[in-house]
């Protein structure tokens, strides 16, 4: 069986660890987010990729879900000395080597696809691992200006910053009045992109953020126009339960975008793609809704609270894809 993943950071990761423990005689190949890329004292960080990287290769700190086990800070510690910003990103000593080498290779002219494959090498993470596009593609958030909306007024003045300034210093607290992905229009999907989801079997939709993760590897020119052509059936899993996201500030995307915090808007969000869908059973009431606008539903366990919960998930959402392919 082939199976093409569309995933984010955390909850993809996992999802994915799950789905190889379900068929671990599959053929998996995962296209993974880069628009959360940034530039971070001159390296290329990659921080989607580096975390199915990571969790599939068991080397990931599972309390945090993201970097390396075991890492230390000794070099963020004597970068805060020297007061080198940005502070509220840290890089740990062991993940530094992975982005140097990155930042290496590519300023050597490798293309981010060839790059990630090397380092695949060393992890071993039992799936094909793809960038999204080798282009650089960068979600940007558009807040207010500080003090433009204070006292009830609104000035109207705004300024665009990174998306990790937004979620990780910022805690995505300050509202987004927009959401941008700035190179997406001349950005081309990486070799073996098209490819993968034209051979897949199954085409999956893990419980990532919908607006920043899967968002952007839909939007990469020719990405959903081929998940739409596919033969295979599409199934998605929500990453919203219980009108929250599982973790993570998901809802702040959505409501910059307009859609509701639920499973179901987030399934209508992807109707055009989808022949399945997930939802918890503590949104079972949401069927009906998602079925309305003719995606197949069912309501299952979502919690991920270890790998066996994610493998029943995952057989789960094939078992869905075959209802599909039969219908």
């Given at each position: 069986m082939r199976i093409t993943a569309l995933a984010g950071g955390i909850g993809g990761s996992r999802f994915l660890r799950g789905l190889l423990r379900a068929v671990p005689d599959a053929e998996v190949t995962v296209i993974g987010n880069t628009?959360?890329?940034?530039?971070?004292?001159?390296?290329?960080?990659?921080?989607?990729?580096?975390?199915v990287m990571y969790t599939l290769?068991?080397?990931?700190?599972?309390?945090?879900?993201?970097?390396?086990?075991?890492?230390?800070?000794?070099?963020?510690?004597?970068?805060?000395?020297?007061?080198?910003?940005?502070?509220?990103?840290?890089?740990?000593?062991?993940?530094l080597a992975t982005h140097l080498?990155?930042?290496?290779?590519?300023?050597?002219?490798?293309p981010l696809s060839a790059v990630t494959e090397a380092l695949c090498d060393r992890w071993r993470p039992g799936v094909q691992l793809l960038p999204m596009t080798d282009d650089r593609v960068e979600t940007h958030v558009v807040v207010a200006e500080s003090g433009s909306e204070a006292a009830g007024g609104d000035t109207g003045g705004e300024r665009a910053i990174h998306f990790q300034e937004w979620w990780v210093r910022l805690h995505a607290e300050v509202p987004a009045r927009r959401i941008v992905l700035v190179g997406i229009e001349q950005a081309t999907p990486a070799p073996g992109v098209l490819d993968a989801i034209a051979a897949a079997d199954v085409i999956v939709l893990p419980p990532s953020n919908p607006v920043v993760s899967i968002g952007p590897i839909l939007a990469v020119p020719g990405v959903r126009d081929a998940v739409r052509a596919a033969a295979a059936p599409v199934v998605g899993v929500s990453p919203i339960i219980g009108g929250a996201p599982v973790r993570g500030m998901a809802d702040a995307a959505l409501t910059a975008i307009g859609v509701p915090t639920s499973a179901a808007a987030v399934a209508e969000l992807f109707a055009d793609l989808l022949d399945g869908w997930l939802v918890d059973t503590v949104d079972a009431a949401a069927v009906p809704a998602v079925e309305s606008v003719g995606v197949r539903c069912r309501a299952v366990p979502l919690l991920?609270?270890?790998?066996?919960?994610?493998?029943?998930?995952?057989?789960?959402?094939?078992?869905?894809?075959e209802e599909a392919r039969a219908r």
């Open positions: 628009a959360d890329d940034i530039t971070l004292h001159g390296l290329h960080v990659s921080p989607d990729l580096d975390t290769g068991d080397g990931v700190e599972e309390s945090q879900g993201w970097g390396r086990r075991d890492d230390t800070n000794v070099v963020a510690a004597e970068l805060a000395a020297y007061g080198a910003e940005p502070q509220w990103f840290t890089l740990g000593d062991r993940d080498i990155r930042t290496r290779m590519l300023a050597a002219g490798y991920m609270t270890d790998v066996d919960a994610a493998a029943a998930m995952a057989r789960t959402a094939l078992d869905l894809a």
